[in-house]
């Protein structure tokens, strides 16, 4: 609902129903329905970090001209307000000049919602994948269909090759197994408090190479403390901290009296006399308090305004304000304090507007927080480059990313404006030589995304604000914050940090990693277990030989396969520390190490298991005998490789290795469900030889395992 000034009088009406022209009468902790100037204001403090990224509150003041509602004029900022900002302090009135789409929230909305989110490249990958390997599968099927026709086997022999052949083949496993995976991510990740509302995210975080980061609200705890104080010559401290709270009050919603309030307690016991609140034009507040039998006039406001009031001598004057620009510089709100003890009989409602002893200064600033530092040197050893994007200050920027060591401890800052100039001038250099972006505006953010893009960095953008929602729509992953963020930004992001810590956000990128290890490993078992699979169901026909896998022999397989590949690798150890690689190097699924691997365990398995069926079907011309020789080999081998690739951590590996091979054992040698399964029991020679196909497939494992020992041994 909105107050609308009426002919006089004030009307609640919905919000939606504003139009340009209406007078709104707006109070504090309300927010702004629409854009217009401010026609009139009482100690007005407005909240537009939303928009601005700026965890100060912003001061506004009446607009000079009310005829004039064009945003010309708009250099001045104190005289607009903005939909989505909030009133902290005083009442103002404001002429609505832009509503809906068109005012500033709009315009960045509709930004958020144009374009669309692509597949990731392990999605395409998969995908292309399973493309391939269907046409391989059909193409092997309707080959072995004909030529078991044309061998003289038969319709029924035929079909039932080709069917028992395609259930072997269609690569279902791939696809099943990714989602799986980005399932158990997104339940991992929620975990470590990062609520992820879109799986993919799982491995595009793995991927990123670029973290655009918001200042306020992020890095810094997004409020305001009183953090130092100076006082003035002799005057003790308590005297400076009571003045503050003197001049300091409860309920006036200004972020500054809560930080002093905060640090100070309750303001020591005194009756207030009278208050002359703060004003743009006065840039000071005046509280008249007894204290015992004395009146005194405690000031706090902009220190150029307190010291103008004070007895300082110009020397002195000279000092405080070179010790506020050093202040203002490290990136501190800097207020100033003085006091003066009132003159019996002096009328209690007048201002007094000199004669101050000056007491000191307080400094205000907005804190980083815990285990960002840390946080920042992990993404340096990964790689990933960090860049602050703020809305604020220039000086406020640098000396918070100088404390959390972003650059070196050395940052090198652009504002948004140069940044946009040499970016439009084509000058791409200045994306090397900037770690901070300060006094930034969603179009600079957004402008800076799409440029790291452009040269192939995988960017993240965190944000909280209204005024991040474009960057975190166009980031390859955007991440908001779940405690400060604005429901707009939630609802673009893909994960949402519910404690709003960029330390959660490495946490989840080692979860993320810890998760794509994993899935690689379960791909390679796939890929392995699958060679041998296809080839020796494929080939041993076509080459006359009596089927080898019937329906059912796939069905056993694959009830080994399937809990293998999503339950082993996905247990294995949760936590490992972002790897350490070089800037811009790119994840890939499989290492050209891996793949030569894959093949080269897939082909061995593929000659053991003919050699165990061929062998089987000479000597003993039983056609059961020799599919029971050639099933316990494939097994045998299965858990050979589950075992080298997961290394049994953990008690499912252990369980469902042994588990797979257990199952040969028992349904080949118990004769009831070996006649079932149209299989003879093996003879113990036949087990030994089963156990040498394992022993020959860990080989390559083995030798890779040394090979590594011997580098790592070697780099030591």
Request: charged share 20%; with cysteine.
């Amino acid at each position: 609902m909105a107050r609308v000034r009426i002919d006089g009088q004030v009307l609640l009406v919905p919000s939606e129903e504003v139009v340009p022209g209406d007078l709104l009468e707006v109070r504090s902790g309300e927010p702004f329905p629409a854009d217009g100037v401010v026609a009139d204001a009482e100690n007005l403090q407005v909240d537009e970090s939303v928009l601005s990224g700026e965890a100060y509150p912003v001061r506004k003041s009446r607009f000079p001209n009310q005829t004039a509602l064009q945003p010309g004029e708009q250099a001045r900022e104190i005289n607009w307000a903005f939909a989505g900002t909030r009133v902290l302090t005083g009442v103002a009135q404001v002429r609505v000049a832009y509503t809906g789409h068109e005012t500033l929230y709009g315009e960045i909305v509709r930004t958020a919602v144009e374009g669309t989110q692509g597949r990731t490249p392990l999605q395409q990958a998969v995908a292309n994948l399973v493309k391939v390997l269907l046409g391989i599968a059909l193409a092997i099927c309707g080959l072995l269909a004909m030529t078991r026709l044309w061998q003289g086997h038969g319709l029924m022999d035929a079909v039932l090759s080709a069917v028992t052949l395609a259930v072997a083949a269609l690569p279902e496993e791939f696809p099943v197994v990714l989602t799986f995976f980005l399932g158990l991510g997104v339940f991992r990740l929620a975990r470590r408090d990062a609520l992820v509302r879109r799986a993919v995210a799982v491995e595009n975080i793995t991927r990123t190479t670029c973290i655009c980061c918001d200042k306020t609200g992020t890095l810094t705890e997004g409020r305001l403390v009183l953090a130092h104080w100076y006082p003035a010559g002799q005057v003790p401290e308590s005297v400076l901290l009571r003045t503050a709270a003197w001049a300091s009050r409860p309920d006036s919603g200004d972020p500054m009296d809560r930080a002093i309030l905060e640090e100070t307690g309750s303001p020591p016991e005194a009756s207030v006399v009278s208050a002359f609140p703060f004003t743009e034009e006065r840039k000071r507040e005046i509280t008249l308090v007894l204290h015992g039998d004395k009146v005194y006039a405690a000031v706090k406001g902009a220190p150029e305004t307190v010291l103008a009031m004070s007895t300082e001598s110009q020397a002195g004057q000279q000092y405080w304000r070179e010790k506020v620009d050093k202040l203002a510089e490290s990136g501190h709100k800097v207020v100033a304090c003085a006091q003066q003890e009132m003159a019996e009989g002096n009328e209690s409602t007048e201002e007094p507007e000199s004669g101050f002893q000056f007491l000191g200064l307080l400094a205000f600033e907005d804190p980083v927080r815990e285990g960002v530092a840390e946080a920042l040197a992990s993404c340096g050893s990964a790689g990933v480059r960090v860049i602050m994007v703020t809305g604020d200050h220039a000086g406020t920027a640098e000396a918070v990313a100088r404390q959390i060591g972003l650059g070196g401890g050395n940052p090198r800052v652009i504002t948004g404006e140069d940044f946009l100039g040499r970016l439009s001038a084509g000058d791409d250099s200045v994306l090397d030589e900037v770690d901070v972006v300060a006094r930034a505006v969603p179009s600079v953010k957004l402008k800076l995304v799409q440029a790291l893009q452009r040269r192939g960095q995988i960017v993240a953008v965190t944000g909280d604000g209204v005024n991040d929602v474009p960057a975190l729509k166009a980031a390859d992953i955007g991440i908001a914050m779940g405690e400060r963020g604005t429901r707009s930004a939630r609802e673009v992001s893909a994960i949402v940090l519910m404690d709003d810590n960029f330390r959660t956000i490495v946490r989840a990128m080692e979860e993320g990693w810890q998760l794509f290890r994993n899935l690689r490993l379960s791909f390679q078992y796939l890929l392995m277990i699958h060679i041998p699979l296809v080839l020796t169901a494929s080939l041993i026909p076509l080459l006359g030989f009596p089927v080898l896998y019937l329906p059912i022999h796939i069905v056993w397989l694959e009830l080994i396969i399937h809990p293998t590949a999503m339950l082993v690798f996905q247990n294995l150890p949760e936590h490992a520390r972002l790897p350490t690689t070089a800037p811009g190097e790119r994840v890939r699924l499989l290492s050209r190490t891996d793949t030569l691997q894959i093949l080269l365990v897939g082909f061995l398995t593929t000659g053991l298991v003919y050699w165990s069926y061929l062998r089987s079907l000479e000597e003993l011309q039983d056609v059961g005998h020799a599919r029971s020789m050639a099933l316990a080999a494939l097994i045998v081998a299965g858990g050979v490789i589950t075992a080298a690739l997961s290394r049994l951590r953990g008690r499912v590996a252990v369980v469902v290795t042994a588990g797979g091979v257990l199952s040969a054992l028992v349904l080949i040698q118990i004769p009831f469900t070996a006649h079932w399964l149209h299989l003879s029991p093996l003879h113990a020679e036949d087990w030994l030889r089963a156990a040498f196909t394992g022993a020959l497939v860990a080989i390559p494992f083995i030798s890779r395992a040394v090979r590594r020992w011997r580098t790592l041994d070697v780099s030591s």
